[in-house]
């Protein structure tokens, strides 16, 4: 069964989407689907508990049912920060085992494709000991990287996809998300993207404002991660 990390270069450079598009992507493909956010820093009082829309949004993408909230995001943080300080306001003390458990606990599910998102970038701090980084590591998981396309993507997407290799993982895809409709000479940034980075590329998403995971399937294939094994 098929499983992996979902990182990105950055913040903010489509994570949940492109995810959330790979998940709806292998459901019309007929394979069964779910998508994790161990840890999320950004979330909402609702009379339900704490929620991150990042983590409903990978939900609502699942097609494994019945699906509780919390075995997709069971470390729901307040404040919108780096996971390390969002904990440490929260009061709370993460480590990698206690978040890898939670994530081997929903994936007894065992989909046809479960997808583990991460929070910010590959190097981001989940206390003042661990990085986020390790929980990759820990679980085994191949990672997809998600690179959002504007000016300087090349040195940070080169970077991140040395630093996955460096930690002994597998970079089993990447995706170009086009984060700035106007930078300048964007074929060739993607053409220099798709020669140096260690990995095939899913698929190239245009910048088209208000998007979801449907249009966004359309130009991803899912295909080479339905085939692709998965150690765990």
């Known amino acids: 069964m098929p499983a992996y990390f979902v990182t990105g270069t950055d913040t ?119 990085l986020l980084s390790s929980l990759p590591r820990e679980l085994q998981l191949p990672v997809i990287l998600v690179v959002g396309v504007r000016l300087g993507c090349i040195n940070v997407a080169l970077l991140t996809a040395e630093a996955v290799l460096r930690d002994g993982l597998v970079l089993a895809g990447w995706v170009a998300n086009v984060l700035d409709p106007d930078m300048a000479f964007l074929d060739d940034n993607l053409a220099t993207l798709a020669r140096l980075l260690p990995a095939p590329c899913l698929g190239r998403v245009p910048w088209l404002p208000g998007q979801t995971a449907a249009d966004v399937a359309a130009h991803l294939d899912v295909q080479p991660l339905l085939t692709q094994p998965s150690p765990r």
């Open 12 to 130: 903010d450079v489509g994570k949940t989407l492109i995810a959330s598009a790979l998940l709806t992507a292998a459901s019309a493909a007929g394979v069964s689907t779910l998508g994790l956010k161990p840890v999320a820093a950004g979330c909402h009082d609702t009379p339900d508990g704490l929620r991150n829309d990042d983590a409903l949004a990978l939900m609502a993408a699942s097609s494994v049912t019945p699906l509780h909230y919390q075995e997709v995001n069971p470390v729901a943080l307040p404040a919108a920060c780096s996971p390390h300080i969002a904990a440490r306001e929260a009061g709370r003390r993460l480590t990698i085992a206690q978040i890898a458990g939670y994530c081997r606990g929903s994936m007894t599910r065992r989909a046809g494709l479960t997808l583990v998102e991460g929070a910010g970038g590959w190097r981001v701090p989940l206390s003042d000991r661990e």
